[in-house]
């Protein structure tokens, strides 16, 4: 299977220190600090790149059960807020995702989106987090 790699680099103090994180493929390099982890600084934090990996994973998953079950999503578009609570921890994550999939009724639609919060590889290995899902059918 294909193993992907991202790397950080930390200097200094928690407080007063500063890092940068990268993506294997290149495509994002960014600096992160205690205030754009725990605060409102500029900079990205860990929780906000595992909201994207868990949104992009999420809407692929469901798109290939939707597509399973001889459905032809046109668009899937999720968010991911992700909660850090005290210890700090991972608590708490919403998934809010919206399908446009022609010919899927609703019901059938909420039990594709559940299936794919359980089953995507980003959800799997998040397990230690309560996932909440809130999922809507566009009209």
């Known amino acids: 299977m294909t193993v992907r790699t991202s790397s950080a680099e930390?200097?200094?103090?928690?407080?007063?220190?500063?890092?940068?994180?990268?993506l294997g493929s290149g495509a994002y390099q960014g600096p992160f600090t205690f205030a754009s982890r725990f605060?409102?600084?500029p900079g990205t934090?860990?929780?906000?790149?595992?909201?994207?990996?868990?949104?992009?994973?999420?809407?692929?998953?469901l798109s290939a059960l939707?597509?399973?079950?001889?459905?032809?999503?046109?668009?899937?578009?999720?968010?991911?807020?992700?909660h850090l609570g005290d210890g700090p921890a991972i608590d708490l994550i919403e998934l809010t995702t919206e399908a446009e999939?022609?010919?899927?009724?609703?019901?059938?639609?909420q039990q594709h989106a559940e299936a794919a919060k359980?089953?995507?590889?980003?959800?799997?290995?998040?397990?230690?987090?309560?996932?909440?899902?809130?999922?809507?059918?566009?009209?």
């Not at 930390?10 to 990268?22: P, S």
């Not at 939707?66 to 992700?82: D, E, M, Q, S």
């Open 66 to 82: 939707l597509t399973k079950a001889g459905f032809t999503p046109k668009r899937i578009h999720t968010t991911a807020a992700v």
């Open 118 to 139: 359980q089953g995507c590889p980003v959800s799997r290995a998040l397990a230690g987090a309560r996932i909440v899902l809130n999922a809507r059918l566009a009209a």
């Open 39 to 41: 605060e409102s600084g």
């Open 10 to 22: 930390w200097k200094g103090t928690l407080k007063e220190g500063a890092g940068t994180m990268r």
């Open 45 to 61: 934090n860990p929780e906000e790149l595992i909201g994207a990996a868990h949104a992009g994973c999420y809407s692929m998953f």
């Open 101 to 109: 999939v022609p010919g899927l009724a609703a019901a059938d639609f």
